[in-house]
C-alpha cells in the first residue's frame, strides 16, 4: 500500500474536532510513508488534510473536474494535479490511483464516493481496503442504515462484513494494510 484515496468534504464541519481527525490522519499517513490520493481541493477538510501532508513533505495527487477548480479552488500546490472533464472522471481516476480509500466525514459527495466503492469492491471491478473514519460517531446513523439495509435483504452482509470502521487512523490503516481481498461469488441474501 502506496497511496490513499481519502475521500472528505470541502467543508470542514461545525466541531473543530474534524479538522483534528484529518490532521491526525494525515501524520499516521506521513508516519507510514503514505502518499495522499483526494479531490484537489484547498477548501474545507480536503484542505486540511492536502495541507497536513504537504507540509510533513509528502505527496498528494490531486483530481479535479475544470468545471471545480474555481469553485473547490484547485489547490495549487499539489505535486500532482490532475484536471479531468467530469465527476465520474475524477472518481473512477481516485479509484485507479489509490491502493485504499477512506472516507472522512462530508457530504453527499464523500457518500456517493463511498457507495461507488462499496459496489465497485462488490462487483470485484476493484479489491480493495475501504475504511470509514468514524469521527465524533459522524457515520452511526449510516451504519445503522446499512445493517437495516442487510436486514431488509437489500444488502449482504458478506458486504458490510468489507467495510473497515474505527476512529482512530492507527487502527484504520493497519486494518487496511492487513486487509486481504475475498471474492465472493454470490451475493446471497440468508
Not at 86 to 109: S, V
Not at 116 to 130: C, S
Not at 169 to 176: F, N, R, S, V
Amino acid at each position: 500500500m502506496k497511496k490513499i484515496t481519502v475521500y472528505c468534504g470541502s467543508n470542514k464541519g461545525k466541531d473543530s474536532a474534524y479538522a483534528e481527525a484529518a490532521r491526525a490522519l494525515a501524520n499516521e499517513m506521513v508516519k507510514r510513508k503514505l502518499a495522499l490520493v483526494y479531490g484537489a481541493g484547498n477548501v474545507g477538510l480536503m484542505g486540511v488534510i492536502a495541507d497536513a501532508m504537504l507540509g510533513a513533505g509528502m505527496e498528494v495527487f490531486g483530481v479535479i473536474p475544470k468545471k471545480l477548480v474555481d469553485i473547490e479552488v484547485a489547490h495549487r500546490g499539489c505535486t500532482e494535479l490532475t484536471v479531468v472533464e467530469t465527476m465520474r472522471d475524477r472518481k473512477w481516476l481516485m479509484a485507479e490511483k489509490g491502493d485504499g480509500f477512506i472516507a472522512m466525514p462530508g457530504g453527499i459527495g464523500t457518500f456517493e464516493e463511498l457507495f461507488e466503492i462499496m459496489t465497485l469492491n462488490q462487483l470485484a471491478y476493484i479489491q480493495k481496503p475501504l475504511a470509514l473514519y468514524n469521527v465524533n460517531g459522524y457515520y452511526d446513523g449510516l451504519l445503522l442504515f446499512l445493517k437495516h439495509a442487510a436486514k431488509e435483504g437489500f444488502l449482504h452482509q458478506a458486504q458490510l462484513d468489507l467495510l473497515i470502521v474505527g476512529d482512530n487512523p492507527a487502527d484504520i490503516l493497519d486494518k487496511m494494510i492487513a486487509f486481504e481481498p475475498k471474492h465472493i461469488d454470490k451475493w446471497e441474501v440468508k
